[in-house]
């Protein structure tokens, strides 16, 4: 247990208990915690988990849901300093706003035995869904009421699936921790976008995807008749759920995952990119699949496209202007990025998202989000 964070706490018999504290954020373990059952009321709660005194939950596992969702209201009751505020402040202000509230409500906290199980009044069976994110348990861990309801979440996502109009209707079953494909115009831009020569009609038609997640992309391109694509992330989750879409939907003879930072080795006549949209830190390591910190994923596909084209061939960026309506970064810097990697815009192909909160007027970023269009950028290397 030294090899992992240790969350002390006493309970209300007066015995010490130091077990394994579990965060996907990388949230270190509250300093002060004290237990907590039904008689606590909200407003208690709410005070407590506010000065940074995490809630030890021995009571009824469905009054700690309904605990969580009335300390949530009392969070969003929080005057919004971004109301008035556009740009690169609205978006830092609501950053904020969401690791402020993110601390509050993963105050209150879930004891979980050795094999994932909630030894409390009405607890559901979550040891399927902790094993999927977690690997096998062994010990016994805490873990906030937030974070083990999204673990459920995702697992009811992954048994679901997610349904591609672009695959006939078939699903991509997200994994937790990968980026669920629920934006589905930056599919719909890959496949409709015309393939490039080389990637069909000929026996070593090739295709590469970069950073390919769920591997939804890379099913496209197969889907389309590219006879062979290599598709490539680094994040084990990522490469595991690639595999077990592709081999799912029928594609694992046609698709090759393989770990690699970026580019796999060789040239093709299509490479294909959906880097995260935002320039900016994520706040956890689920965030990456949306924020590029100082662009790195992008700037690295876009120095490295060139030597790995085949003469002729295309490089598909798939990228929002969300960025450019934030202030986060301008079109005459992604421009540069192109020129100065050696390469030239072939054409460009828009759609404006369909997503509710692009007609949500109570989001603080609703101006940007109105705004928005993802283009695929079809890329060439100059002459």
Same mark, same amino acid.
């Given at each position: 247990?030294?090899d992992?964070?240790v969350?002390?706490w006493?309970?209300?018999a ?22 907590a ?10 005070r407590?988990?506010?000065?940074g005194t ?10 700690a849901?309904q ?17 008035d ?14 690791s402020?509230?993110?601390r ?19 607890? %559901? @069976?979550? +040891? &399927? ?6 690997? #096998?348990?062994?010990? =016994?861990?805490?873990? *906030?009421l937030? !974070? ?6 995702a697992?009811?996502?992954r ?5 591609i109009?672009a695959?006939?209707g ?26 490039p ?12 995807d ?37 081999e799912r939907?029928?594609y694992a ?7 690699a930072d970026?580019? %796999? @080795?060789? +040239? &093709?006549p299509?490479?294909?990119?959906n880097? #995260?949209?935002?320039? =900016?830190?994520?706040? *956890?390591?689920? !965030? ?32 929002s202007?969300?960025a ?8 005459d ?23 509710p ?5 109570t ?10 269009v993802?283009?695929?950028w079809?890329?060439?290397?100059r002459?």
């Amino acid at each position: 247990m030294t090899d992992f964070p240790v969350f002390h706490w006493t309970d209300a018999a007066g015995a010490d208990h130091a077990v394994r504290w579990r965060s996907e954020a990388g949230v270190a373990p509250p300093k002060r915690a004290v237990p907590a059952d039904d008689r606590i009321s909200a407003d208690t709660a709410y005070r407590l988990a506010s000065e940074g005194t995490a809630l030890v939950w021995q009571g009824d596992f469905q009054n700690a849901r309904q605990l969580v969702q009335a300390l949530a209201r009392r969070v969003d009751r929080r005057p919004k300093k971004s109301k008035d505020a556009s740009g690169v402040d609205a978006f830092n202000l609501h950053r904020l706003a969401q690791s402020q509230r993110a601390r509050t409500l993963g105050m209150l906290l879930i004891p979980l035995d050795a094999d994932y199980a909630i030894a409390l009044r009405r607890a %559901p @069976d979550v +040891r &399927a869904a902790c094993e999927e994110a977690y690997g #096998p348990g062994g010990e =016994a861990s805490v873990v *906030s009421l937030r !974070e083990l309801l999204g673990l459920v979440g995702a697992h009811e996502w992954r048994k679901k699936g997610v349904p591609i109009p672009a695959l006939g209707g078939a699903s991509i079953h997200p994994h937790y921790g990968v980026f669920s494909p629920v934006r589905g115009e930056y599919i719909e831009l890959v496949a409709r976008a015309p393939l490039p020569a080389g990637t069909l009609g000929t026996v070593d038609s090739l295709a590469f995807d970069v950073g390919t997640g769920t591997g939804v992309l890379a099913a496209v391109l197969a889907s389309r008749g590219v006879k062979r694509v290599v598709a490539t992330d680094q994040d084990p989750r990522a490469l595991a759920c690639a595999r077990e879409n592709l081999e799912r939907l029928g594609y694992a003879a046609q698709v090759d995952v393989v770990d690699a930072d970026l580019f %796999p @080795d060789g +040239r &093709a006549p299509l490479v294909v990119c959906n880097p #995260p949209w935002v320039p =900016a830190r994520p706040s *956890s390591p689920i !965030e990456y699949a949306v924020y590029d910190p100082d662009s790195r994923m992008l700037r690295g596909f876009l120095a490295g496209l060139a030597a790995h084209l085949a003469p002729g061939g295309e490089g598909w960026l798939i990228l929002s202007d969300f960025a450019e309506h934030l202030g986060l970064r301008t079109r005459d810097a992604l421009l540069k990025l192109i020129d100065d990697a050696g390469l030239v815009v072939l054409g460009r192909d828009d759609i404006r998202p369909a997503h509710p909160k692009a007609s949500d007027a109570t989001d603080p970023l609703h101006q940007a989000r109105r705004a928005e269009v993802t283009s695929l950028w079809r890329l060439g290397a100059r002459g």
